[in-house]
């Protein structure tokens, strides 16, 4: 997703509008028998979007004083329209996003706060995983409500597994132990330099393996508000990762996801670092996957997610009816019941602690990587600001770190340099 940038007037203008919409409503609040509609936009298009479908018909159902109505629109369409639409009054009551995109809606006022309904006791918060709802906290106040979150790990061809007399007990827990898998795994048949298999599919031209590395060694891509590439972490954590995985054809360089997924669904690829969504694709390839967490660092274990919240927008702000709505929609969406139908039904963990594994024994692989959620941290969690552009400079940096050799130094001061320069505008 890409980042919305205003000019000063035309968040003025967007903010003026919300300021209207806060003082009058907006039309189509209610309706002549007394019912309050709000309109939900979502961009899933598989089995997500469905379940999220059926859960606003039950919800719909269940009670009479609201009515919830599903937008599907593709998510770069949400981002195009999102702010024009809600200046208009003619926007989403609640939108889902991610995390880095909800940042910028925030800082121009089209998302309002949600600190009351996570201090009403009845909508049972106290259940939803700290480390997801921590980090839809933007200054101090809530924002973003938990509502798909898919933990990143390392999908497996069983075949090529079972053929190499790998078992569970194999599975690595370090860093290293996932270096020498891969580098066992890796296949040069005909000795030409380069493998009839590839130990692991991990794609360097994208952004979330930097960051995750440097947390599990200890730091983060910024710390205390200043990039840290030109750390001696970083320098080692990097180095060692070019050093034991591209410069060994442990993993092809210049890879993008969809790069990696390719080789990993044609069976040219032993191991693929990606979400959930891959065991369905393998699978319709002929591909039986197994899964296993993304190993410890030298400090901590770490977990990459992708992560979408509910956000309430503008409109709702001053229009008690809508924003009891919305509450009762959010509340409704992951009380138990709902949240083991969302993660058996659409493939993702459920937001809560209290659902246990036996009742997600409908779905085995959700039930098997839940308990991943307990290490999840966003990619970019530690940047404050520029989210679409400091993606794209650690997009750059990957494969120029994957290519290079020697001293990576110079590397990375120049993205260091860059980065800091977009956090600071």
């Known amino acids: 997703m890409r980042n ?17 919409l806060s003082a009058c409503g907006n039309s189509g609040s209610g309706s002549a028998d007394g019912v309050t509609n709000i309109t939900i936009w979502h961009g899933f298009t598989e089995s997500d979007g469905d379940t ?3 859960l606003a018909n039950n919800f719909n159902k269940s009670q ?45 006022g089209a998302f309002a706060d949600v600190d009351d309904f996570y201090s009403d006791a009845s909508n ?15 200054d101090g106040k809530h924002y973003g409500v938990p509502m798909g979150h898919a933990p990143y790990s390392v999908y497996f061809n069983k075949a090529i597994f079972d053929k190499a007399g790998i ?4 599975y690595p827990t370090t860093m290293d132990g996932l270096v020498k898998l891969a580098q066992k795994l890796t296949v040069d048949s005909d000795g030409d330099g380069t493998p009839d298999q590839y130990g692991i599919a991990f794609a360097d ?8 590395l440097l947390q599990g060694a200890g730091s983060d ?7 840290a590439l030109t750390s001696s972490v970083a320098k080692k954590t990097l180095t060692y990762w070019r050093d034991n995985v591209y410069a060994k054809k442990v993993s092809p360089s210049n890879l993008s996801y969809t790069d990696a997924q390719s080789l990993f669904i044609s069976g040219k690829a032993a191991m693929f670092y990606i979400g959930p969504w891959i065991a369905k694709t393998a699978k319709d390839k002929g591909i039986t996957t197994g899964t296993f967490e993304f190993p410890a660092g030298s400090k901590a274990k770490v977990t ?5 919240y509910w956000y309430t927008t503008a409109q709702v702000r001053g229009n008690d009816q809508k924003k009891a709505a919305v509450y009762a929609f959010m509340k409704y969406f992951n009380n138990k019941k709902n949240q083991i139908t969302w993660a058996t039904e659409a493939n993702y963990p459920p937001n809560r602690t209290d659902i246990t594994t036996k009742e997600l024994s409908d779905n085995a692989l959700i039930a098997q990587i839940t308990p991943y959620m307990d290490d999840a941290k966003l990619i970019l969690g530690s940047v404050p600001t520029g989210f679409v552009d400091v993606q794209s400079e650690l997009n750059a940096l990957g494969p120029k770190i994957s290519t290079s050799t020697g001293d990576i130094s110079s590397i990375l001061k120049e993205s260091n340099d860059k980065i800091q320069a977009l956090i600071t505008k």
Do not use: C, F
């Open 4 to 20: 919305v940038k205003l000019t000063a007037l035309a968040v003025s203008t967007v903010l003026l509008a919300t300021m209207g």
């Open 52 to 54: 999220v479908q059926a």
């Open 64 to 108: 009479s004083k609201y009515k919830v109505t599903v937008e599907q629109n593709p998510w770069n369409v949400i981002n195009d329209k999102l702010l024009s639409s809600l200046s208009a009054g003619t926007g989403p009551d609640l939108v889902v996003t991610q995390p880095d995109t909800a940042r910028g809606y925030i800082e121009q």
């Open 124 to 138: 049972e918060t106290s259940t939803y995983r700290k480390n997801i709802v921590n980090d839809g906290i933007v």
């Open 167 to 170: 078992k569970k007990s194999d």
């Open 205 to 212: 031209k994208e952004s979330g393996y930097i960051p995750t």
């Open 221 to 227: 891509l910024v710390v205390n508000g200043k990039v």
């Open 304 to 308: 990459l997610a992708a992560s979408n």
